[in-house]
C-alpha cells in the first residue's frame, strides 16, 4: 500500500518508476527495516544498502531524472 509518492531522485522514487521491486524486512533488533531491491527481471541488486549507496546505485545505473 502506497501512501504518498515518493520524490522523484530519491531511491524509492527511482525505483519506483524504473520497476524496481523493494522488499522491506523488520530488524531483529531495533527499529525500522532491512530492504533488499530487485530489478525489473526479479534479481537482486542491492540488499541491506543505506541511503548513499542507494543513491549511488540510481545514478550509476542512470536512474536519475
Do not use: W
Amino acid at each position: 500500500m502506497k501512501l504518498r509518492n515518493p520524490q522523484p531522485n530519491s531511491p524509492n522514487g527511482c525505483f519506483d518508476r524504473h520497476g524496481y521491486t523493494v522488499i522491506r524486512t523488520p530488524r531483529k533488533s531495533g527499529s525500522g527495516h532491512h530492504r533488499a531491491v530487485y530489478d525489473p527481471n526479479g534479481q537482486q541488486v542491492l540488499n541491506r544498502a543505506g541511503y548513499d549507496a542507494e543513491i549511488q546505485f540510481c545514478r550509476e545505473n542512470g536512474l536519475m531524472l
